[in-house]
């Protein structure tokens, strides 16, 4: 009786077979030729690809959120740097339509008179009162006086009433694209836009569109709309006298009156009276008026 176990002799057939009849060389050249010529599949050989080429290839997900960042890239750069610069360029040649303010105001109830005019047809005395009360250097400076900022800085630590150290380029810059508010996102906007029409406009259009757009009473815009207002007369035959009460009542246009002036503002518009004539003999009105 053999001791031999039968599945041990069959076991043992099986690995005598190949190599009885030369079967190990064949199985190997066998093996080589399936590994050149075929592509490896999964373990489950369901035809899904190899998860090293699905870390080759691009993402949807990817792609998608790709796409959406270029969109907003694009928009940001079309509203926020072209679109204003646009806007600005035409500025130069039509007159701006109505501002964020002058909105404000009819929604208040206060109403709206605005009557554009050429800078030519404004009285050259209102331009020097305007300068001598709100901006001496307006033709010296590239849209900001630093030096008019430091002083408003120590007059308002120490004082109640409020001065402000904005040139005539910056109160336009506001008025026209900006919002009536003290934010140092809207103090930072004005700034870019002061340096846009300190470039694309020039003295002369910066000085014509304020003159035409800020406020000068309740509802009344511009300086025809105020010389008719107060004076009953046009913007072109204002006399140095009204031109210094017109130029007086800027920083509070809704609460000091010019046709019937208080106290402060008889003050006030005589010291603007005699500026203006300065601004004419120095010159300092040149960069507008030539």
Not at 57 to 86: A, D, H, M, N
Not at 123 to 130: A, D, G, I, N
Not at 228 to 256: E, M
Request: with cysteine; aromatic share 8%.
């Amino acid at each position: 009786m053999s001791d031999t176990n039968p599945g041990s002799d069959k076991d043992d057939s099986l690995r005598l077979t190949p190599l009885a009849s030369g079967g190990w060389e064949d199985l190997a050249r066998s093996w080589d030729d399936i590994s050149l010529n075929e592509t490896p599949r999964s373990v489950n050989d369901r035809g899904d690809a190899p998860p090293l080429q699905i870390a080759q290839g691009s993402s949807p997900k990817r792609s998608v959120w790709g796409r959406v960042g270029r969109t907003v890239v694009s928009l940001v750069l079309i509203f926020g740097l072209i679109g204003p610069v646009l806007v600005t360029a035409a500025y130069r040649f039509v007159p701006p339509p109505i501002t964020y303010l002058m909105v404000e105001r009819v929604f208040e109830g206060r109403g709206f008179n605005r009557q554009w005019r050429a800078l030519d047809e404004i009285s050259p005395r209102l331009v020097r009162s305007v300068i001598a009360a709100e901006d001496a250097k307006f033709c010296s400076h590239r849209g900001f006086d630093f030096g008019a900022m430091q002083k408003a800085l120590a007059h308002n630590e120490r004082s109640k009433r409020t001065r402000g150290g904005s040139t005539i380029s910056q109160q336009t810059a506001k008025n026209i694209f900006l919002w009536p508010d003290r934010s140092y996102v809207r103090k930072g906007l004005e700034a870019y836009f002061t340096v846009l029409i300190e470039g694309l406009w020039g003295k002369r259009r910066i000085m014509e569109v304020y003159l035409n757009s800020v406020e000068w009473g309740p509802g009344v815009y511009g300086a025809e709309a105020a010389a008719l207002k107060n004076f009953g007369v046009s913007a072109d035959r204002l006399t140095p006298a009204q031109a210094a009460r017109l130029a007086a009542i800027l920083p509070s246009p809704l609460k000091w009156r010019a046709a019937k002036p208080g106290p402060y503002v008889k003050r006030r518009s005589g010291r603007i009276d005699k500026a203006a004539g300065t601004i004419r003999r120095e010159g300092m009105a040149s960069c507008v008026l030539g």
